[in-house]
């Protein structure tokens, strides 16, 4: 169905129907309503640029990857958030703007972003802990939504975010119900806001146990197969190696999962593994059973809610929105108790 067809099934002219569904001010609701729920009915969509010379926006979302997370570019993770996100943009006719930059480039091209009006707002990724581009998106005045929290800074800016602590507090704490004295935490670089709350719920879970954190066991690092697989070499040549370990992405865990098979180990009977991250579009966690225990919260679901929210901060702006999702934890085959004797068999 093209325009002229809409517009004659309603009885309106062309420039009525395209008016309303451009978003021009001086359409009555009434009319903007019933052109709307005609144009989904035909899935008619109406012409971008259209509607951005009407309202005055570039009809547009940005995303700046520095250089130095360029592996982010190939992550899964990255790639589900993108995913949900998209779902949303175009269901709401905006376009992506993917800008990848050098490091030292990154305040400039958000800069170049806000003056030229490239977009109409942007998703900030990875946050530190005192995170700079938080102010310099509010200085300028340009629409943003953070995917998770800078740490050291006040939360007076809009956000979706997991609780990272209380996961992690909850994973520790079910493994040592199961009978682990020893455990390992295998995390993401710990200058990101999402890993130092994960080390500090690992920390709390062993306290609230009755166990002394052992800095020993605590590792950070970028999350990557290679990663995950040279620490849990590292681990297991300890003299008192731990019998169970929490880490922070599935794709780590594929890495630690390779390590112990080399080793001759089984998860779940000789050593015990949970992950956080495993609903992974390319990366499935089993069928019917799931291979892995894990902290659960999905990364598609959060990229959909964060485009949900920037669009409705787009359109009201004075009134930050922020959503804390919680993360379940989902029993596989690679957790199970504790041997009586607290060691690993090789």
């Given amino acids: 169905m093209n325009l002229r067809d809409l517009a004659l099934e309603l009885g309106l002219s062309q420039t009525t129907v395209s008016r309303a569904l451009n978003g021009y001010p001086e359409v009555a609701e009434a009319t903007r309503q019933r052109v709307s729920d005609a144009a989904r009915r035909h899935n008619y969509k109406p012409n971008t640029r259209a509607k951005a010379l009407a309202t005055g926006r570039a009809m547009a979302i940005g995303h700046v990857i520095p250089l130095a997370a360029q592996t982010e570019m190939v992550n899964p993770v990255f790639a589900d958030f993108i995913a949900g996100a998209s779902e949303t943009y175009m269901s709401n006719g905006y376009d992506i703007v993917l800008s990848v930059t050098k490091n030292e480039d990154e305040a400039r091209v958000y800069l170049d972003m806000a003056a030229k009006r490239m977009v109409d707002g942007v998703i900030v990724q990875s946050p530190t802990a005192d995170d700079p581009r938080i102010a310099l998106l509010k200085k300028v005045g340009l629409p943003f939504v953070v995917h998770g929290r800078a740490a050291d800074l006040p939360d007076d800016y809009s956000y979706i975010d997991v609780n990272n602590k209380r996961a992690f507090q909850r994973g520790t704490e079910f493994l040592v119900d199961l009978g682990h004295a020893r455990i390992a935490l295998i995390n993401g670089r710990e200058s990101l806001g999402f890993a130092n709350r994960r080390k500090a719920g690992f920390i709390a879970g062993l306290k609230a146990r009755g ?72 990366f499935k966690n089993g069928d019917d059973e799931m291979i892995f225990t894990a902290l659960r919260s999905s990364v598609r679901t959060a990229g959909r809610c964060a485009a949900e ?38």
């Fill in 211 to 282: 166990l002394t954190p052992d800095p020993a066991l605590m590792l950070s690092d970028e999350m990557t197969e290679g990663y995950g697989y040279s620490a849990m070499r590292t681990l297991l040549s300890l003299a008192h190696p731990p019998t169970a370990f929490i880490c922070s992405s599935a794709i780590i865990a594929f890495g630690m999962r390779r390590a112990a098979d080399e080793a001759g180990l089984r998860l779940g009977q000789d050593i015990s593994l949970i992950t956080y991250d495993d609903d992974l579009s390319y």
């Fill in 309 to 346: 929210m920037l669009i409705d901060l787009i359109n009201e702006p004075d009134i930050p929105r922020q959503r804390m999702m919680e993360a379940e934890l989902i029993v596989g085959r690679s957790t199970g108790p504790a041997r009586p004797n607290g060691t690993i068999y090789r």
